[in-house]
Structures are given as structure tokens and as C-alpha cells.
């Protein structure tokens, strides 16, 4: 089922060379954060016309396959397993004080994983397994500083992994994913669509609420099966339109964006993601308070708040008329228990 590796891996921060995922210590994938970092800096870099054509381009080689979709809606793949595992890395990446896109990156790396490759149904674990490894995975390629791998399984699961275990995986994902890590998301589309908006060059305090609130709803899009019907930039563009209090009108003035982007954007499919934002992520959560203001405050940026505001997704008064995944309650974040593991197992069932 697994793919063995001699040694353990190392840090992938920079490179996906095959070649440099081999050393000696098996539970020290961790990097002190740089010197020049600030919690202050901008989310994403500025782009060009260039940059984001080349990001359009390039979005169906980090998609899951065309059928995935489908699969979920007929259960071929477990949607409660799919469910539990993607309200886990929300709640431990909110409890990391990870960025909104690296939770967004774990579940794209585990879609994708499963659209390609069968797990066994095994008592929940390989699930369990895959989220961790997943989680670990987009953390090395996004955060300064990750966790032990022992440190990441927290929240009480059901099975705890030996980190040797658990690299064995990554490797069995990123084999599974050509190792094509540095996905096409929609938040690299974020900085681009919020600076064509009129309001943030009349308001520039409100570029970073807009930038806020996209992100929460392109976070909370990932509890909505429904979204895997539509590419990263399509998201993109229907978050912003919706975290500005724009309605899906405002595509049909072409100067919104330059010519060679505007026409590579589905004004339909805007249309239709923009919708069921408004009907699954605004309209049907009581903690949403979008609907009548352009713009919400923030929230205080504490974990819990990133937690609940990326529950949204899963409120249970959805319409009848679309098909989405209910998930498990989720409780408040809590300090994980220190646990004991057993270097006798690579798999150590928790106890109660």
C-alpha cells in the first residue's frame, strides 16, 4: 500500500528534487521561521496580466479528475470519511496558526489523491492517514515553521502515526500527484481580482477586509463538494465579488479587467459559484452577516475565529436542491494532551 523509503525525508520547502528527500532524522522536519519575516506582510505578491494568464493555464494540471465529483455524489468515495478529514485539517490548521491557504492546500492535495487513487476501507485510518500527511505536506510548502509530525495530530484522533509512517505516506502522495505541489489555488488569483476592484483604489482600507472575507469564503468552500465543479479562478472571482458586495452585473463591464484576462474568465460559471456562495456559505449560515453590508469588520484573528468562520460551510439548513456533505460538530479548540507513542507500532490506536 505504501511506498517504502530507506531513510526519512527531509525539509521541501524550495525544492521538489526527488534527490533531497532523504536523511537521517526521521521527526525533525521543522525550519526556524527568517530573520525578515512579518506577520504584517502582504498575503500575496503582486501579479501581472502574464502571471495570471499562466495561472489559467496551468489550473487543470492541479485539479482532481473530472469524474471526482461525481464519485462523491454517488458515494463511491466515503463522503462522511471526506467530511471528517477535511473539518480535522481545518481545525488543526486554524489551531497551527496556519494561513487560510495552506488548509486550502491540504484538502486540494488530498481531492486530488483520491481521484487518482483507492484507499483501503480499513476502519477509518488510511483517511486518517491521508489528512495528516496532507496537512504536513502543504505546511512544508507554505509556513515558515511546521510542527513535529507527532505535534500535528491533535484533537483527539482516533489513531496516532508514527512519523515514519507518515513520511512513507507523503512520499505515496506526492508520487500520486507527479509531484506537482505548488498548486494553482484560488488565493493566488486574490491580490489580482481585489486591485481591479474601483473600491480599493477609492478605499484602500478596505482592500484588506475584501481580502479577509475572500479568503474566509474560498476557506469555507472546501466543507462544499459542490465546489469541486469549478476551477480556482472562477472561486476567486466569486469570492471577491461576493466579499465586495458585488453582484455577478459587475462581470459585464469589461474594463473590470484588462481584455486578455476578462476573456478567459466564464462569466457563467461565475455566475453559478457566485450563487451558491450566497446560497450555502451567506444566506444559509446565521453567523453570516454579509448579506446587507458591502464589507464586514473583521473578526479577531484568533484561531477559534478562522475556525468558525471556515464552519460556515457545513450549516445543516442547506437547499435540499444541491448535494453537500453535512460534517461532524466541531468543538472549540482546545490544547491537545501530551500522548505516549509506541515505537513497537507504526499505527498506535488512541484510547479513550
Excluded at 59 to 75: F, I, V, W
Excluded at 122 to 150: D, H, I, T
Excluded at 235 to 254: H, K
Excluded at 257 to 283: A, G, T
Amino acid at each position: 500500500m505504501f511506498h517504502s523509503a530507506d531513510n526519512s525525508a527531509t525539509s521541501l520547502y524550495c525544492d521538489e528534487d526527488a534527490g533531497d528527500v532523504f536523511s537521517s532524522d526521521a521527526d525533525t522536519w521543522i525550519s526556524d521561521p527568517p530573520a525578515s519575516s512579518s506577520s504584517s506582510s502582504v498575503f500575496f505578491p503582486p501579479s501581472d496580466e502574464t502571471t495570471i494568464s499562466g495561472l489559467i493555464d496551468k489550473e487543470p494540471h492541479h485539479m482532481p479528475r473530472p469524474d471526482y465529483l461525481r464519485r462523491c455524489r454517488d458515494r463511491s468515495i466515503d463522503p462522511t470519511a471526506r467530511q471528517d478529514s477535511i473539518t480535522w485539517i481545518l481545525k488543526v490548521n486554524a489551531h497551527c496558526q496556519f494561513r487560510p491557504v495552506t488548509a486550502f492546500l491540504s484538502v486540494n492535495y488530498f481531492d486530488r489523491f483520491l481521484s487518482s487513487h483507492s484507499l483501503p476501507q480499513a476502519n477509518g485510518w488510511p483517511f486518517q492517514l491521508l489528512s495528516v500527511a496532507c496537512l504536513s505536506l502543504a505546511a512544508k510548502m507554505e509556513e515558515p515553521y511546521v510542527p513535529l509530525l507527532l505535534d500535528l495530530q491533535v484533537f483527539e484522533p482516533s489513531f496516532v502515526f508514527e512519523p515514519g509512517t507518515i513520511l512513507r505516506m507523503e512520499v505515496l502522495v506526492m508520487a500520486i500527484l507527479d509531484w506537482r505541489l505548488r498548486s494553482v489555488t484560488p488565493f493566488d488569483y486574490l491580490d489580482y481580482f481585489i486591485s481591479k476592484l474601483a473600491c480599493s483604489g477609492s478605499k484602500p482600507d478596505l482592500f484588506g477586509r475584501v481580502l479577509y472575507t475572500s479568503s474566509d469564503l474560498i476557506l469555507s468552500t472546501t466543507r462544499v463538494i459542490d465546489f469541486l465543479d469549478f476551477p480556482p479562478s472562477i472561486i476567486a472571482a466569486a469570492a471577491v465579488l461576493s466579499a465586495a458586495g458585488e453582484s455577478v452585473d459587475f462581470l459585464e463591464c469589461a474594463d473590470w479587467l484588462p481584455e486578455s484576462i476578462y476573456e478567459r474568465v466564464n462569466k457563467e460559471m461565475v455566475r453559478s459559484c457566485h450563487q451558491l456562495m450566497e446560497e450555502y456559505l451567506i444566506d444559509t449560515c446565521p453567523s453570516a452577516e454579509m448579506k446587507d453590508r458591502r464589507v464586514p469588520p473583521l473578526p479577531p484573528p484568533s484561531p477559534i475565529g478562522v475556525l468558525d468562520a471556515a464552519a460556515c460551510g457545513s450549516c445543516d439548513t442547506r437547499s435540499e436542491s444541491r448535494t453537500a456533505v453535512s460534517g461532524s460538530g466541531t468543538s472549540e479548540a482546545e490544547p491537545p494532551n501530551k500522548r505516549l507513542r509506541s515505537s513497537a507500532s507504526d499505527v498506535q490506536q488512541d484510547q479513550p
